[in-house]
């Protein structure tokens, strides 16, 4: 099985940073896609940023100029930078990782547990 491992997530104040960290580990031939999305109280899980194994990326216009993504192919590892952090950022920010387990398998998504951002005001 695939396990994706999220870490970092914290308090902090409005202009702050933080960065999280996420590892994918298991029987997998290759990751694709890696990313992050989040998930504030009362609304819809929404993307932040994600990257393709060629290095394409995508973010969410609310976080743009302020957030990065980056990946290491060979670790399975993608890290969220995250500065100028606002109120509006708070939430449980979830990593996923998009794998093929092997040769004969068509893309699957994996989800992590989640790792709470709270920024206060």
């Known amino acids: 099985q695939v396990q994706v491992m999220e870490s970092g997530g914290g308090l902090v104040q409005t202009g702050g940073s933080l960065r999280l960290s996420c590892t994918v580990s298991g029987r997998l031939f290759v990751s694709t896609g890696m990313g992050w999305y989040r998930e504030a109280p009362g609304q819809q899980r929404e993307l932040v940023g994600g990257?393709?194994?060629?290095?394409?990326?995508n973010y969410a216009d609310s976080v743009k100029g302020r957030f990065t993504v980056a990946r290491d192919n060979a670790a399975h590892t993608i890290k969220l930078q995250m500065n100028s952090l606002k109120p509006e950022d708070t939430g449980v920010y979830y990593c996923?990782?998009?794998?093929?387990?092997?040769?004969?398998?068509?893309?699957?998504?994996?989800w992590g547990q989640g790792t709470q951002v709270t920024v206060s005001s």
């Open positions: 996923y990782a998009d794998v093929i387990q092997t040769r004969f398998d068509a893309e699957s998504r994996f």
């Open positions: 990257l393709t194994r060629g290095g394409k990326t």
